[in-house]
Nanobody
Framework: QVQLVESGGGLVQPGGSLRLSCAAS????????MGWYRQAPGKQRELVAR???????DYADFVKGRFTISRDNAKNTVYLQMTSLKPEDTAVYYCNADIVRGWAYGPDNYWGQGTQVTVSS
């Protein structure tokens, strides 16, 4: 069994910063990619940022220059450093990962439970 556990959400004022963490645990052979999505009330879930094991990263246009995704492969953990936060960044942030459980397996996709980020004065 594989689990993704997020932490680091909370309430922050506009212009502030937060760092989200997501740790993968369980039967893990390798993790081809990890990323963050978000879902605001009444809106569809959308990609925020994603990174592969070869340090290739993709960002949504609305976070470029403000958010930074990084990975600690030894800890199976992905981070999202968020700066210059805006009220429109308010959403539930979800960790997502493609995880391979063994050499004979293909990748399966997993989601975390989500962590609330609220940007408000």
């Amino acid at each position: 069994q594989v689990q993704l556990v997020e932490s680091g959400g909370g309430l922050v004022q506009p212009g502030g910063s937060l760092r989200l963490s997501c740790a993968a645990s369980g039967s893990i052979f390798r993790i081809p990619s990890m990323g963050w999505y978000r879902q605001a009330p009444g809106k569809q879930r959308e990609l925020v940022a994603r990174t592969t094991g070869r340090a290739s990263t993709d960002y949504a246009d609305f976070v470029k220059g403000r958010f930074t995704i990084s990975r600690d492969n030894a800890k199976n953990t992905v981070y999202l450093q968020m700066t210059s936060l805006k009220p429109e960044d308010t959403a539930v942030y979800y960790c997502n990962a493609d995880i391979v459980r063994g050499w004979a397996y293909g990748p399966d996709n997993y989601w975390g439970q989500g962590t609330q980020v609220t940007v408000s004065s």
